[in-house]
T-cell receptor, first 115, second 110 residues
C-alpha cells in the first residue's frame, strides 16, 4: 500500500457526462500529480498541485480541471466526456514540489470507462 | 518542456539473461531519474532512482547508470526472472514536473 488513496476504483459513465475523481495523498506529502494512462500507452502528465496551488501543467484538455483543497486532497474533474477519455487515471504524491524531493508514490488508479 | 524517450518499446529475454532499457531526456536541468515497474492492472512502483550527482547505482539485480553529458540513463536487470515481466517506465524530473517515458514491455521467457 503506497498510502495514496484514489476513489472510485472503477467508473462507468456515458458520453457527455461529467465525473470527479478523488485523490488523498500520503500523510505529509504536499504535491499531487495527475496522470492519464490509456490502453497500451504510457503515463501522460496532466497537472500538478503543490500545497493548494497549481505548479505545473501538462497536456490537460480544457474539458478537464483539477484542484487541491486545504486538507491537501485533490479532485480531477472531467466534463463533456468522450469515448477517448476512457483510461486509467493515476494520482501520485510526493513531499515537495521540486529539486531533491523524494519519489512520487502512486495510487491504485481510477479506471474510467466512457460508453 | 522535458521530453523523455525510451527504447525499446518491447523486450523479450530468456530467463537468466540480462535486460537493458535506455532513456534519453532533453532538459539539461533535470536532476532526478526514477524507474518504475508496472504490473498489469496495477499502479507503477518505484524500483530504483538516481540523482544527477552520481553516475551509477545498484540494488541487487538492478542497476541504473546516468550520463549527464549525453543526457541518457539506462536500467540494467541481471539474471532476469519470470516475475520481472512487466512494463518499465523511466522518468526525469526537471523543475516541478516528473515526465515519463513511453514504457518498455519486458517479457522474461522460461
Amino acid at each position: 500500500d503506497s498510502g495514496v488513496t484514489q476513489t472510485p476504483k472503477h467508473l462507468i459513465t456515458a458520453t457527455g457526462q461529467r465525473v470527479t475523481l478523488r485523490c488523498s495523498p500520503r500523510s505529509g506529502d504536499l504535491s499531487v500529480y495527475w496522470y492519464q494512462q490509456s490502453l497500451d500507452q504510457g503515463l501522460q502528465f496532466l497537472i500538478q498541485y503543490y500545497n493548494g496551488e497549481e505548479r505545473a501543467k501538462g497536456n490537460i484538455l480544457e474539458r478537464f480541471s483539477a484542484q487541491q483543497f486545504p486538507d491537501l486532497h485533490s479532485e480531477l474533474n472531467l466534463s463533456s466526456l468522450e469515448l477517448g477519455d476512457s483510461a486509467l487515471y493515476f494520482c501520485a504524491s510526493s513531499v515537495g514540489p521540486t529539486g531533491w524531493d523524494t519519489e512520487a508514490f502512486f495510487g491504485q488508479g481510477t479506471r474510467l470507462t466512457v460508453v | 518542456g522535458e521530453n523523455v524517450e525510451q527504447h525499446p518499446s518491447t523486450l523479450s529475454v530468456q530467463e537468466g539473461d540480462s535486460a537493458v532499457i535506455k532513456c534519453t531526456y532533453s532538459d539539461s536541468a533535470s536532476n532526478y531519474f526514477p524507474w518504475y515497474k508496472q504490473e498489469l492492472g496495477k499502479r507503477p512502483q518505484l524500483i530504483i532512482d538516481i540523482r544527477s550527482n552520481v553516475g551509477e547505482k545498484k540494488d541487487q539485480r538492478i542497476a541504473v547508470t546516468l550520463n549527464k553529458t549525453a543526457k541518457h540513463f539506462s536500467l540494467h536487470i541481471t539474471e532476469t526472472q519470470p516475475e520481472d515481466s512487466a512494463v518499465y517506465f523511466c522518468a526525469a524530473r526537471g523543475g516541478n514536473k516528473l515526465t515519463f517515458g513511453t514504457g518498455t514491455q519486458l517479457k522474461v521467457e522460461l
